[in-house]
Every structure is written in C-alpha cells, then in structure tokens.
C-alpha cells in the first residue's frame, strides 16, 4: 500500500490478556518505530527496528512488552498480562534507510484495557 | 535525555490570523526537527522536516524555522483557516529516536 497501515484500529481487551498489535510499513522503508501515545501526550518511543533487528528496545516498559520483525516488513508488538495502564494509543512509523529521511505514521491502534 | 517543549499548550484564534507555534529543546545533537499534525483520534501527519543544517523550511502557508544552537524551532502558520485547527507536534531526531512534545491544541474559529 502507499502508507503505513495499522491492525486492528482498536483493540478492547481484559486485564491479564495477551495482545498483539501489527504495522504493516510502507514498502522499502527499512528503519521502523513503535510508539505509545497517552491521552493528552505526544507519542512515547517504544522501540526501533533497522531491518529485522531491534536497533534500541529502551523505550519498552517492561519485559511484557515485546515486539518483533521477522523478514524486515511487518513487525508486530506483543504485550502480555496486560493492565489498565497499558490503555494508549500505538503508533507505528517507518522511514526510509537515510538516518535523515522524515517518517510516516499509520493510523495507530487504540488499546483499552478493560 | 532529551526533553521537548510546546509552548503554548492551547491556542485558540480567529480565522484568518498569522500565528507562531513553539517548540523547544534540551540537547542540540540532532539529526533533524519534524513538525506534525493530529487530528482527534488520528495519526501523525507529516508536515514539515527541517535538517539539522538548515535554518527553513516552508511549504505553503506554513513555515519552520530551527535555531539548533539554542534548541528552539518555530512553526509559523499564515492566514490561519478553520481546517486549521488540530493538535502540533514537533519531534527531535537524535539518531535511533525520536523525542516529542506533548503539542499544542489550535483552534480557529470561523
């Protein structure tokens, strides 16, 4: 597709599930970027993929928050047991290879964490 | 860590006025300075990236300016219209991440 695309757009879920959240990137961006965004905040880095390698997982809360990219392309974020404070909004962004290049957002996926 | 600044947080203006967003950051090693825009309950669009290199950016009625030295940029919207109104947002790249403010909420008013 010509964008970044996001599924599902939202996503309701009970406290204690296991979730997964996919970004579909535009086609030949090699750099990608998952970021979660609070109601009233700008959007918190999370973790960012050159390829099929995590480059810097800092941004990850904790160790129930995963994510992957297995063949470069689609990557997918994983959470476990979720909680109530895990309730945001996921953005997924990718960019082309030059460290320079602007990025492009999908529509994000909106969690809720009954 | 890097820390981002919008000022002001809420901004509320009649149409057709010219206007100055604000944007401040902590470190200035950046690769690049990205402004968006969010509607509600919408992604980011991009609206204007400035390099680390350059002073400007413009693209229609918009205009950006980055003074890395002092870790500030400005967003200046011209003859502001109602489709205007949304949320700004600017970003510092420093490389492996991205560092965002938490924006600020514009509302023109017909």
């Known amino acids: 597709g010509a964008g970044v695309s996001q599924t599902p757009s939202n996503k309701v879920t009970e406290k204690g599930k296991y979730v997964e959240l996919r970004c579909d990137p535009i086609?030949?961006?090699?750099?990608l970027y998952w970021y979660r965004q609070s109601l009233g905040q700008g959007p918190e880095f999370l973790i960012y993929?050159?390829?099929?390698?995590?480059?810097?997982d800092s941004g990850l809360p904790n160790d129930r928050f995963f994510a992957v990219r297995p063949e470069g392309s689609v990557s997918t974020l994983k959470i476990q047991r979720t909680e109530r404070g895990d309730s945001a909004v996921y953005l997924c962004?990718?960019?082309?290879?030059?460290?320079?290049?602007?990025?492009?957002f999908g529509p994000g996926t909106r969690l809720t964490v009954l | 860590k890097q820390e981002v600044t919008q000022i002001p947080a809420a901004l509320s203006v009649p149409e057709g006025e010219n206007l100055v967003l604000n944007c401040s950051f902590t470190?200035?090693?950046?690769?690049?300075l990205q402004w968006f825009r969010q509607d509600p309950g919408k992604g980011l669009t991009s609206l204007l990236l400035?390099?680390?290199?350059?002073r400007e950016q413009t693209s229609g009625r918009l205009n950006a300016s980055l003074d890395k030295s002092s870790g500030r940029s400005t967003l200046y919207i011209a003859a502001s219209q109602p489709g205007d109104s949304a949320t700004y947002l600017c970003?510092?790249?420093?490389?492996?991440?991205?560092?965002f403010g938490t924006g600020t909420s514009l509302t023109v008013i017909p």
């Open positions: 962004a990718t960019k082309a290879e030059i460290s320079y290049n602007e990025q492009f």
């Open positions: 086609s030949g961006h090699t750099a």
């Open positions: 993929f050159q390829g099929t390698g995590a480059a810097d």
């Open positions: 470190d200035s090693a950046i690769y690049n």
């Open positions: 400035i390099q680390s290199s350059q």
């Open positions: 970003a510092v790249n420093t490389g492996n991440q991205f560092y």
